[in-house]
Antibody, heavy 121, light 106 residues
Framework: QITLKESGPTLVKPTQTLTLTCTFS??????????VGWIRQPPGRALEWLAL???????RYNTFLNDRLTLSKDTSRNQVVLTMTNIGPVDTATYYC?????????????WGQGIPVTVSP | IQMTQSPSSLSASVGDRVTITCRAS??????LAWYQQKPGKAPKLLIY???TLQRGVPSRFSGSGSGTDYTLTISSLQTEDFATYYC?????????FGQGTRLEIK
């Protein structure tokens, strides 16, 4: 059974760095083809893909965030960490991590519950 | 690749047949998924590869399409289907979602 759960601060001040952790179970990020992605959703708006980390440590980022994102993984702890620098009010959103692999054509087949993050002074 | 969903909202009744369309700005080779999202919940994968039903999803949901044009069809709406639906392409980076279609009870 695959599960994922996001953790981190829910209130962040502008210009700070946001660090979110995705802790997962039921799969290994060492397995060929497995990926973990981050997606966010501002209040009342559509989903936005942020980043993806692969089993082989390859990473992909959405370029609209202008190099503000960094992904890392700790396979021994079954965790993926997303950092976002220079946070601003437009980054207020619910942040999700999700599992992806070749079995479902790399769609996001399992999602965490999401963590709401508010950026405010 | 920009994903354009239509309509952006839709009112329908239980038992209706509903179709939602997603158009990609470039061909995406069926690397398309559909998700259902209910308020306060994470999205749920319904269909991947444009037409393959995710296990556990009712057969009243179906997907079709190729190239740039894709559709999600719900053959007979049930109460639990009233939600927002998103398409997503995986053919190239950045991965992109449609803007969503809100399906409401008439």
């Amino acid at each position: 059974q695959i599960t994922l759960k996001e953790s981190g601060p829910t209130l962040v001040k502008p210009t700070q760095t946001l660090t979110l952790t995705c802790t997962f179970s039921g799969f290994s990020l060492n397995s060929d083809g497995v990926r973990v992605g981050w997606i966010r959703q501002p209040p009342g708006r559509a989903l936005e893909w942020l980043a993806l980390i692969f089993w082989n440590d390859e990473k992909r980022y959405n370029t609209f965030l202008n190099d503000r994102l960094t992904l890392s993984k700790d396979t021994s702890r079954n965790q993926v960490v997303l950092t976002m620098t220079n946070i601003g009010p437009v980054d207020t959103a619910t942040y999700y991590c999700a599992h992806s692999d070749s079995a479902t054509w790399y769609s996001f087949d399992y999602w965490g519950q999401g963590i709401p993050v508010t950026v405010s002074p | 690749i920009q994903m354009t969903q239509s309509p952006s909202s839709l009112s329908a009744s239980v038992g209706d047949r509903v179709t939602i369309t997603c158009r990609a700005s470039h061909g995406i080779s069926s690397y398309l998924a559909w998700y259902q999202q209910k308020p306060g919940k994470a999205p749920k994968l319904l269909i991947y590869g444009a037409s393959t039903l995710q296990r556990g999803v009712p057969s009243r949901f179906s997907g079709s399409g190729s190239g740039t044009d894709y559709t999600l069809t719900i053959s007979s709406l049930q109460t639990e289907d009233f939600a927002t639906y998103y398409c997503q392409q995986f053919n190239s980076y950045p991965i992109t979602f449609g803007q969503g279609t809100r399906l409401e009870i008439k």
